[in-house]
T-cell receptor, first 115, second 112 residues
Framework: AQSVSQHNHHVILSEAASLELGCNYS??????LFWYVQYPGQHLQLLLK??????LVKGIKGFEAEFIKSKFSFNLRKPSVQWSDTAEYFC?????????????FGTGTRLLVSP | DTAVSQTPKYLVTQMGNDKSIKCEQN?????MYWYKQDSKKFLKIMFS???????INETVPNRFSPKSPDKAHLNLHINSLELGDSAVYFC???????????FGEGSWLTVV
């Protein structure tokens, strides 16, 4: 089945460590790609998105992601995490060559940053 | 000014009851959605409306009935609530299909 995979379900890092969260999707054709963050007890907020152009996109709070079309990947990175980055991170994809374009989420990665 | 607002934020109710969650967006978007987040944090689309017309219905039990009186509102009515309906329900909107989706703050539903 077509899907979005986030291989890391739980990640624990110390402050100042570098972060990379993996995201792979299985849809062929053109896709729009997103990373959303959900802080504890809060709603989903958009971190960054890729529609076209430069495959390296920068988002809020120092996050960036790289779209590698050949690998069907859109990994999220941050060079130095902070305690306040503790949250759930969701990769999401909208496949554009389908009849109804809907946002499909990965299963999420829970990041815990220890001070 | 909240872009996508939904009420109530918290709802505790007994099995068998009927309840509604209201959603409004002031972004001028044409498309609105309901997503369900289960206890494992998994997010799945339930419904999508474009200009008041239903365009996505993801095999949701017919106890769930969305209603869109106008393109700025998408309400969710749930009949005969079951324990398994306990979840967080997120309303969302986008300008069009394929565009960035903006989420409301969620409605935490607990069925006891």
């Amino acid at each position: 089945a077509q899907s979005v995979s986030q291989h890391n379900h739980h990640v624990i890092l110390s402050e100042a460590a570098s972060l990379e969260l993996g995201c792979n999707y299985s849809y062929g054709g053109t896709v729009n790609l997103f990373w959303y963050v959900q802080y504890p007890g809060q709603h989903l907020q958009l971190l960054l998105k890729y529609f076209s152009g430069d495959p390296l996109v920068k988002g809020i709070k120092g996050f960036e992601a790289e779209f590698i079309k050949s690998k069907f990947s859109f990994n999220l990175r941050k060079p130095s995490v902070q305690w306040s980055d503790t949250a759930e991170y969701f990769c999401a994809v909208i496949p554009l060559n389908t009849g109804f374009q809907k946002l499909v989420f990965g299963t999420g990665t829970r990041l815990l940053v220890s001070p | 000014d909240t872009a996508v607002s939904q009420t109530p934020k918290y709802l505790v109710t007994q099995m068998g009851n009927d309840k509604s969650i209201k959603c409004e967006q002031n972004l001028g978007h044409d498309t609105m959605y309901w997503y369900k987040q289960d206890s494992k944090k998994f997010l799945k689309i339930m419904f999508s409306y474009n200009n008041k017309e239903l365009i996505i219905n993801e095999t949701v039990p017919n106890r769930f009935s969305p209603k869109s009186p106008d393109k700025a509102h998408l309400n969710l009515h749930i009949n005969s609530l079951e324990l398994g309906d306990s979840a967080v329900y997120f309303c969302a909107s986008s300008q069009d299909q394929g565009d960035t989706i903006y989420f409301g703050e969620g409605s935490w539903l607990t069925v006891v």
